[in-house]
């Protein structure tokens, strides 16, 4: 590249410099790339578990049916929610930030790029250790929440626990690191004249969400450590037989748990609160009460993780206190629906696919937030504890709230990701499909629950109420199924052939809309630059601000002889996570050879990626011409 | 543009339909309520369903007032007043839901200590220990000095505390129309208290999950008048040993009882004066003919069932662990299977009384 001038790095290591090709995938740390990647696994892992669901309402269609095996539905129903929580809607959030966090706040992108590559093989690689346990003995049979004693090795000897435990510590680790890498970025990176209180809301759920992450996977990753220890080597945290308090991993695992929603839905209340001002063409409405609100229920989200735990008899006080923290986090959560509403006010709103997955989220989630409402009664969650009610009061929550947002988002941002559009007709005959599919499934779940349906059961009897809400609910997902199929036929039509987007094709305010669409791996030819909150919408309509816009294109600081630093990739992030994954196929299978011999390769890679060097080089885009 | 309008509404109208013509009452429904703790229960929810229709009437009234009102015009290229917020609007709508929240914590609070508080069982109460196993219920009476499994009996219009214990993993002692669940945890000790107020047989079912035929732990709540209760209680302190019947399929089915090894596994009081054999952590059979269901509420238990049951249990209840006792390819696996059956439906069976049916069938209040 005749524009760049090349850094110089130790012989031994060499960073690859790869921009095309397979191996530019696996060594990258683009935050884009990464972010691609983050979205692409997510929604592989999605179809998967939407095929698993499928399976269970198909057992679950008429009463008394045997289509699989109890074990195999149990394992249908724990895959499904593991891959759900962990491996597709957390990671789909946490993609989105990667790939659109540093371009909003005008950096180039996170501050540790490798360990975000690190982080993204963990999770995947993690993800897929667990789906090996298919062909390898048999998957996790105990539940997404893997209560105990379901775990201990008396009550279940197969290795699909060991799975479980080893792949979900190994993922979590990746999600600590990311999050850590977003709090850093986010605190240090912004451009020059972000203030906090300047920032995307999407920006700042991101913030808060990496913050809750730090705080709840601790808990949860002691639980796995102690199931780990008790299956591997012996210990008895959880074996009833010898004493143990099984409820402990009740405690440790929603500490985690509740906090998790809201690791989930915080991202998506950033995306809604993108996309309905962008489309209403009007700022967010009360931008503070909205961050405010979310940080309450981040904090109010680490003090109510036993409304889970109201039947396990913890007493009338306890029940009494967590059913009123429970109350409290739905004033906040109320407050951001009727602001979003605000936006909605008085704007002049244009009904893309993206802006009617918002209005469907409105809808969902209120209805969720209802039905959460309720089961914070202790008095009225000891009946519908553990049935469909529940089942169908969280679907509506974090799969109407954060999948159908997600959906929207891809329609969103999928321009600047591609520099395609999305088509929009066939967009929203999906969306159509999608929203029906999903009310036809979930809302009879609700009253199955109440006429007597526990959940996590592989079949029931006929003649006591349910048969046509399973009926409705299996029907459901054939329409459903169909808007995700054309959901897909949208995006590889368009990818394949698309209309071109243009740099800002919904009128954007936040500063991703400012650069090319893709971005250049760079990001910003010039290091961008804010006075406003919305600062590129100031700067494109200069009638509706106060104060003298600037253009964040534009008014960057003075040309830097140096050019812009681009690191070189590197193998060490991937060969890491191998070592982390090939060690846990020794541990799950008492391969202690296997398992130290990774450690050692393990701690080669940490000395590689430590003394590989800078590498890179100096791009000098105003030598390549105008971009933007 | 009109039919665009019909066909929009279609779907609603359909559920209205659909939900106007069935009945949420059933068997197992929290809308049928058949004593004090169910209806509480169900009285909280009413309360707040109520209250939680007018904010999804607000919410849904402004959302298709926005959509309609401020949907873009075709060539409109306007930009809208660009308000950043107001403070007035913002306290209303944080005051709103704390008035709601406030509406709905001072009944909750109030139920919790009333249905929740821990109970010292007195003389008036019926206290029986509820384990649960992978996928049975042993019901045992201390009062009594009894026990029996997978049909808890009570009598009407006592408080029955439930000392819930389990001897493996998790489960959950549920029957919503009687009242919420309570979790089985080992080595700690759960209380719940139900009670019937009409006689009848309310279905129950473990609801939490304790892996394999978890699908398949339930139970009946058979609740009798105290007469009959007692009755009852007493036909197990004193069981009828029957060491001979005039059926020699009976005659035959006690010799196979105790061939085939069921002896082994469980406790039978009318088997033989004195011994009742078994192990405690398996069903107990004892005046097996006084049961209405058989293999943990799985099936009714006629002859035929009962007989399915014990000639292959994996094709009743998959993935349970009573053994399977013939080879498939067996000739007299049908026979033995059905004496085994007989003799077990003979059990206490001369004591039994008019049989109980469904309450739900004999119209107790909440039904429809």
Redesign the interface.
Same mark, same amino acid.
């Given at each position: 590249m005749a524009a760049s001038t090349n850094v110089a790095q130790p012989a031994l290591f060499v960073r690859p410099t790869w921009r095309t090709g397979l191996r530019s995938w696996l060594t990258t740390v683009d935050h884009k790339k990464l972010g691609i990647l983050y979205i692409l696994s997510s929604f592989v892992f999605m179809g998967l578990a939407s095929i698993e669901a499928f399976i269970m309402r198909l057992q679950l269609m008429r009463p008394g049916q045997q289509l699989v095996s109890p074990d195999f539905f149990n394992q249908m129903f724990t895959m499904h929610g593991v891959t759900m929580v962990f491996l597709a809607i957390m990671p789909l959030g946490i993609g989105f930030a990667n790939y659109f966090v540093p371009l909003m706040i005008g950096a180039r992108d996170l501050a540790f790029p490798r360990l975000n590559a690190f982080g993204y093989w963990v999770y995947s690689l993690g993800g897929l250790m667990i789906y090996t346990s298919f062909f390898l003995g048999g998957a996790p049979d105990i539940g997404w929440t893997g209560y105990a004693p379901n775990t201990s090795l008396s009550a279940n000897p197969g290795l699909g626990v060991d799975f479980y435990m080893y792949g979900l510590f190994v993922s979590g680790i990746g999600t600590t690191a990311t999050a850590m890498n977003l709090i850093v970025t986010i605190i240090n990176m912004r451009a020059p004249g972000m203030t906090f209180m300047r920032m995307p809301v999407f920006v700042w759920m991101m913030l808060i969400t990496s913050f809750m992450i730090i705080f709840a996977f601790p808990p949860l990753t002691v639980a796995f450590l102690q199931v780990i220890l008790d299956r591997t080597f012996g210990t008895l945290f959880y074996v009833p037989e010898a004493g143990a308090l099984p409820i402990l991993w009740q405690h440790l695992f929603w500490i985690f748990g509740h906090p998790e929603v809201y690791i989930i839905i915080l991202p998506a209340f950033g995306l809604v609160s993108e996309m309905i001002p962008t489309f209403s063409r009007k700022p967010l409405f009360g931008y503070p009460v909205m961050v405010l609100a979310s940080i309450l229920i981040a904090f109010m989200g680490f003090a109510v993780w036993s409304h889970h735990m109201f039947t396990t008899g913890l007493g009338p006080v306890v029940n009494t206190a967590f059913s009123l923290t429970s109350f409290i986090i739905g004033i906040p959560t109320g407050v951001k629906i009727f602001n979003w509403l605000g936006t909605l006010w008085g704007g002049n709103i244009r009904f893309t696919t993206s802006l009617m997955y918002c209005l469907a989220f409105i809808v969902t989630f209120t209805l969720g937030g209802i039905t959460g409402i309720m089961v914070a009664m202790p008095t009225f969650d000891a009946q519908v504890h553990d049935t469909y009610f529940v089942v169908a009061h969280f679907h509506y929550a974090m799969g109407g709230g954060a999948l159908l947002t997600f959906l929207g988002g891809v329609h969103y941002w999928f321009p600047k990701m591609t520099g395609k559009l999305l088509d929009e007709r066939l967009g929203k005959a999906a969306f159509w499909f999608i929203v029906i599919g999903f009310h036809t499934i979930f809302f009879p779940q609700h009253l199955a629950g109440l006429m007597g349906m526990p959940r996590r059961i592989q079949t029931y009897p006929a003649g006591i109420g349910l048969e046509l809400w399973n009926l409705m609910s299996t029907f459901g997902t054939f329409i459903m199924g169909i808007g995700l199929v054309l959901f897909a036929i949208n995006v590889i039509k368009t990818f394949r052939s698309g209309k071109p987007a243009g740099n800002d094709p919904w009128d954007g305010r936040t500063l991703e809309w400012a650069t090319s669409s893709p971005p250049p791996y760079y990001d910003f030819d010039v290091q961008p630059v804010v006075n406003s909150i919305d600062a590129l919408w100031a700067y494109k309509h200069p009638e509706t601000l106060h104060v003298e816009p600037i253009d964040p294109r534009k008014a960057g600081r003075e040309y830097d002889p140096h050019g812009i630093h681009v690191p070189g990739q590197s193998w060490y992030p991937l060969l890491a996570s191998l070592a982390i994954i090939v060690g846990s196929y020794g541990l799950i299978y008492d391969n202690l050879v296997l398992a130290i011999v990774s450690g050692f390769f393990f701690i080669f890679t940490i000395f590689g990626w430590a003394f590989e060097g800078v590498g890179g080089h100096h791009v000098h885009p105003e030598l390549e011409g105008e971009r933007a | 543009m009109r039919i665009g309008w019909l066909w929009r509404a279609l779907?609603g109208a359909a559920l209205m339909f659909?939900l106007s013509g069935?009945?949420?009452?059933?068997?197992?429904?929290?809308?049928a309520p058949a004593g004090p703790l %169910?209806s509480?229960? /169900?009285g *909280?929810?009413m309360y707040? $369903?109520r209250l939680?229709i007018p904010?999804?009437l607000l919410?849904?009234g402004? /959302?298709v007032y926005? +959509?309609v009102r401020?949907?873009?015009r075709r060539g409109?290229d306007? &930009?809208? @007043?660009?308000? #950043? @917020?107001?403070v007035l609007?913002?306290v209303v $709508?944080?005051t +709103?839901?704390?008035l709601i929240?406030i509406l709905?914590?001072v009944p909750?609070?109030r139920?919790?200590?009333r249905?929740?508080?821990?109970i010292e069982a007195g003389e008036e109460d019926v206290v029986v220990t509820v384990t649960g196993y992978q996928w049975w219920w042993k019901f045992e009476y201390p009062q009594y000095g009894i026990t029996t499994a997978n049909e808890l009996h009570v009598p009407v219009g006592a408080r029955v505390v439930l000392d *819930?214990e389990?001897g493996?993993? *998790?489960h959950?002692f549920?029957a !919503?129309r009687l009242?919420?669940?309570?979790?089985l &945890? !080992?080595?700690?000790?759960?209380?719940l208290w139900i009670q019937a107020d009409e006689p009848g047989v309310y279905?129950g079912?473990?609801?939490?999950?304790? *892996? @394999? %035929? #978890?699908?398949?732990m339930?139970f009946r709540v058979v609740a009798e008048e105290p007469e009959d209760f007692q009755r009852w209680v007493e036909s197990f302190q004193q069981p009828v040993v029957q060491t001979v019947s005039s059926d020699p399929l009976v005659q035959q089915g006690r010799t196979l009882f105790a061939q085939k090894g069921c002896i082994g596994c469980h406790a039978n009081d009318n088997y033989a004066e004195g011994i009742s054999y078994g192990q405690p952590q398996y069903p107990n059979l004892t005046n097996f003919g006084l049961r209405y269901t058989v293999g943990a509420a799985?099936l009714d238990a006629t002859l035929d069932n009962v007989a399915q049951w014990i000639m292959d249990p994996q094709s009743v209840k !998959?993935?349970n662990r009573m053994p399977t006792l013939w080879a498939a390819d067996d000739p007299n696996r049908e026979e033995e299977a059905r004496a085994i059956a007989a003799y077990l439906l003979s059990l206490g069976a001369e004591q039994r009384t008019a049989d109980a049916g469904s309450a739900l069938a004999m119209g107790v209040p909440g039904g429809n």
């Open positions: - | 779907p659909v069935c009945s949420l009452v059933g068997e197992q429904s929290v809308f %169910a509480e229960q /169900l *909280l929810f707040t $369903w939680s904010v999804m919410v849904g402004v /959302l926005v +959509i401020y949907r873009n409109d306007s &930009i809208p @007043g660009q308000t #950043h @917020g107001n609007l913002e $709508w944080t +709103i839901p704390v929240v709905i914590a909750t609070v139920s919790i200590f249905t929740q508080s821990f *819930l389990s493996d993993v *998790l959950a549920w !919503p009242g919420g669940k309570v979790d &945890i !080992p080595n700690q000790d759960n209380q279905y079912q473990c609801a939490e999950l304790c *892996l @394999g %035929a #978890h699908a398949y339930r799985v !998959p993935g």
